[in-house]
């Protein structure tokens, strides 16, 4: 199937590219996280859990770019460190901290996946339907994490806006690179 710029399959598989990177770097953040903080508390057991869904949500969008012929984005590498330094670091600064970079991404994440819904219209309803799935379990993600005691956090409206900026950076970077 050929294509010409700015038609649905270019659209529907930067969408694809940019989710399968949002739910790598998820699952690298859990990760650093998670090495800090370990499986002790409270915390750390719904971060694991969140982990889990974020894991499964990534395979779904790995399957796609492999069944699909989507090229992956080149800052993948990145991602992956990146991804880990951030968890690492927010966990560091403590459990408030670290649930304040789960509701910061997900604010992001939800809007993020609404836009697409609403640019996807009917084109591709098995995509649409797993955006619509894995959008109710980010913003499950970011009310567990508020209700965890993420606005708490050491200077958490800096924290947070840097977290969204870079969350909004990191989804345009994706979609291009």
Known sequence: MSWKP???????????????????????????????????GQAAREIAGMAHQEAR??????????????????????WNVAGFALGAV?????????????????????????????????D?????DAIREFQAEEVEHRETALAAGAERAPAYPILSGLIRLGCRVAIEASKRI
């Open 6 to 40: 700015g038609d649905a399959k270019r659209r529907i598989d930067a969408m694809i590219r940019v989710d399968q990177a949002g739910e790598y770097g998820a699952t690298r953040i859990y990760a650093g996280q998670l090495a800090v903080m370990g499986d002790r």
């Open 57 to 78: 949500h990534r395979q779904f969008f790995d399957r796609m770019i492999a069944e699909r012929g989507v090229r992956p984005t080149a800052l993948q590498p990145f």
């Open 90 to 122: 927010t966990a560091a600064l403590g459990p408030e901290a670290a649930m304040a970079c789960t509701a910061a991404i997900e604010t992001e994440i939800d809007k993020h996946y609404a836009e697409q819904l609403a640019q996807l219209g009917d």
């Open 124 to 128: 591709d309803p098995e995509l649409a």
